[in-house]
């Protein structure tokens, strides 16, 4: 029964619980489409300022990542310039081998002596090129060797040492002064070259465990970045299936809002017809 034409409190309740009921679909709906329960910190302002901080640590566990990549694509390019160098040089174990003969012609030498020159060349040549992204750490441009950062904070760096490769300088110990001129020469040059190919081998050794330290570190700091982004997903991150069900069930309450209004506003017509005939 209508008690009142002029400010009906069913009418009123019956409206606001429709339009309660079309706010919420509308936010469900954006949820969904969204696939994020907090867009803003209207949203809820504790999970959204908890989201920003681990979004700009993940931020800065990318820019690691990076540097660590890089560190990885120089190790790797002085890596395999050294096992070159190192290739290289038990190849000219054969030729120097054969230069000790005492039987050699001269023709015989000139052809050992020019091959052994061009080795030398050969070596200087694999190390000018072991450059990625301008850093050559076999050369002697790097004796202080490189940094990179390794956490978020840029507290932590690993470094890859600087060396130098080329001939005489104390790894490679042949020098422009070893040639295979006469037999004694050639001894000589057969000396360094063993120093040589022993020295050699204690670097790559050296490089590789730098490699490995670099790897796990990026690995570390990948586990690191995605325990973060998984935290970012449980905080901001709707649940599909929940905003579904109930999209579901706010639609049923709009409709059934809207029959109820339409019940309401039909209350005043039942007390019109009272009035006539």
């Known amino acids: 029964m209508v008690e009142r034409l002029n400010n009906s409190t069913g009418v009123l309740a019956t409206l606001r619980s429709l339009q309660t009921a079309a706010l919420e679909l509308s936010r469900s709906d954006g949820r969904l489409a969204s696939t994020l329960r907090v867009t803003s910190a209207r949203d809820d302002v504790a999970a959204f300022h908890s989201s920003e901080i681990m979004k700009a640590q993940g931020g800065s566990l990318n820019a690691v ?48 002596m020019s091959r052994f020159a061009d080795q030398k060349k050969q070596i200087e040549a694999f190390i000018r090129n072991a450059t990625f992204d301008d850093a050559n750490i076999l050369d002697g441009s790097k004796p202080q060797g490189v940094n990179f950062i390794a956490d978020s904070e840029a507290n932590v760096t690993l470094s890859i040492a600087g060396r130098n490769f080329l001939p005489g300088i104390g790894i490679v110990t042949l020098d422009t002064h070893h040639d295979l001129h006469n037999v004694q020469n050639a001894y000589e040059a057969k000396a ?82 009272l009035f006539r005939g």
């Open 65 to 112: 990542t990076m540097s660590l990549s890089r560190a990885e694509s120089i190790s790797d390019t002085a890596i395999a310039a050294a096992e070159k160098v190192s290739d290289l040089l038990i190849e000219m174990k054969e030729t120097i081998t054969a230069a000790t003969g005492e039987d050699l012609t001269e023709e015989q030498r000139a052809t050992w």
């Open 192 to 273: 360094a070259l063993e120093q040589s190919i022993q020295n050699v081998g204690d670097q790559l050794t050296e490089m590789v465990a730098e490699r490995k330290r670099i790897e796990a570190q990026k690995g570390f700091v990948g586990k690191l970045a995605d325990a973060l982004a998984a935290g970012v997903g449980r905080l901001v991150d709707a649940d599909l299936a929940y905003e579904s069900a109930l999209i579901q069930a706010l639609q049923v309450k709009q409709q059934l809002a809207a029959q109820a209004v339409g019940i309401v506003n039909a209350a005043p017509q039942t007390l019109l017809s």
